[in-house]
Structure formats: structure tokens, C-alpha cells
């Protein structure tokens, strides 16, 4: 079974400065999909951006960007001009490519604080 | 692209009563649904999720059940609540043509 590992149960970043959230994972798979989801006080799950294991460039959503290393099963993101309403938990996840069917397997999430 | 909506967004109901939530999506057709559970301060949690009408897998063995009455509609009921169903409910669904899992708003649930 897969696993997804966030190492950092909270970190803190200024404001306008950049910070990068870590996360691994366990897989015997070759193609999979890899996600960062950002969940405000709201409670609402947010995607932030997405990742195919079968393309090699990284990811890149506006200020928000991946570091991808599939060897390593490495997945980190990396937020650059933070903005205090990036202030949320932070999810990796992990999803099966070659069934339709499977669900979405998570981290335990990272608390990301922006400090004005 | 899809809406999903869940209701109600709060509830609070004592030990023994009864549940259900309601999740329905809009903008897709036979989409894969899934119910996840957030329990204070720790991550998320797959309860069910289901391919079609009537289809529903069970993740955890627990006080809940998931039902599948319409395509575009899953509902996440119990018979008698325990203490231990408090926590906030994410319904989700799959969008196939990005193969990206979206979220609703979320239901939080006290159980007293």
C-alpha cells in the first residue's frame, strides 16, 4: 500500500518570502498522480497544484511550484512570495494512475503560518 | 467543471440519533464519489467511495454506512452515533478528464 509522509508538522514563513513544505512517499508504481491541497480555516480542500510522475517538468501554478524527484520519492512544494492568505494546512497526496477507481492517499498535513 | 454541495455545513446531534448528510454534484455525469473524514487535528481518513449507482466500498469497518441512490447523489448516514463520529465530513469526487479529485464545502459534525 502506499504512503505519504509529511515530515514538518508546522512551519512559519515571513510574509513576501518564500518557503518549500516537504513530503515523500511509498509506492511500488511507476505512473501515479501527486497533489498539494491547501485547507484554509474554512475547512474547504483547495487543490493547489497537480503532478503526473510520467512527465519530468515540474509543476508550476503561479507562485506556487513542485520540486519532483521521482527517484527519490520526493514531492515538495514550494511557495514563493507568500501572501498571508497562504496561512492553511498544507496535504500531500498520492493517487494510483492505472486505476480509475482508486482514492486519494494522504499526509498528515503541514501547518503553514504567514507572519506579517 | 463540477460543484459539489454538502449539507448541512453544521450539525449537532447527541449520542444515539440518527445521521445523514447529503453531497450532490453538478457539471459531470457518473462521476467516482468519495466520503473522507476529518477527525480534530489529524488527517484525513477515506470512509467510502463508490463508481456508480448503488456501488459503494467500504474503507473502515465503523457506525457508518453510504449509500448511492442517483448518480450524482451519495449520502453518509448512521442508525445511532457515537462520540467517536464527531468530525468534519468531506465528500469528493473525481473529475475524469484531469483525473483530479475535488472537494466540497464540508459538513462538521458534534456528536454531545
Known amino acids: 500500500a502506499q504512503t505519504v509522509t509529511q515530515s514538518q508538522p508546522e512551519m512559519s514563513v515571513q510574509e513576501a518570502e518564500t518557503v518549500t513544505l516537504s513530503c515523500t512517499y511509498d509506492?511500488?508504481?511507476?505512473?501515479?498522480?501527486l497533489f498539494w491541497y491547501k485547507q484554509p480555516p474554512s475547512r474547504q480542500m483547495i487543490l493547489v497544484i497537480r503532478?503526473?510522475?510520467?512527465?519530468?517538468q515540474n509543476a508550476t501554478e503561479n507562485r506556487f511550484s513542485v520540486n519532483f524527484q521521482k527517484a527519490a520519492k520526493s514531492f515538495s512544494l514550494k511557495i514563493s512570495d507568500s501572501q498571508l492568505g497562504d496561512a492553511a494546512m498544507y496535504f500531500c497526496?498520492?493517487?494510483?494512475?492505472?486505476?480509475?477507481?482508486?482514492?486519494?492517499?494522504f499526509g498528515k498535513g503541514t501547518r503553514l503560518s504567514v507572519i506579517a | 467543471s463540477q460543484t459539489i454541495h454538502q449539507w448541512p455545513a453544521t450539525l449537532v446531534q447527541p449520542v444515539g440519533s440518527p445521521l445523514s448528510l447529503e453531497c450532490t454534484v453538478e457539471?459531470?455525469?457518473?462521476?467516482?464519489l468519495y466520503w473522507y473524514r476529518q477527525a480534530a487535528g489529524r488527517g484525513l481518513q477515506l470512509l467510502f467511495y463508490?463508481?456508480?449507482?448503488?456501488?459503494i466500498s467500504s474503507e473502515v469497518p465503523q457506525n457508518l454506512s453510504a449509500s448511492r441512490p442517483q448518480d450524482r447523489q451519495f449520502i453518509l448516514s448512521s442508525k445511532k452515533l457515537l462520540l467517536s463520529d464527531s468530525g468534519f465530513y468531506l465528500c469528493?469526487?473525481?473529475?475524469?478528464?484531469?483525473?483530479?479529485?475535488?472537494f466540497g464545502e464540508g459538513s462538521w459534525l458534534t456528536v454531545v
Open positions: 457539471g459531470t455525469s457518473n462521476p467516482n
Open positions: 497526496a498520492y493517487r494510483s494512475y492505472y486505476s480509475g477507481n482508486t482514492p486519494l492517499v
Open positions: 509506492t511500488s508504481e511507476s505512473d501515479y498522480y
Open positions: 469528493a469526487c473525481r473529475e475524469g478528464l484531469r483525473n483530479t479529485i475535488y
Open positions: 463508490s463508481v456508480g449507482i448503488g456501488q
Open positions: 503532478q503526473e510522475a510520467y512527465k519530468q
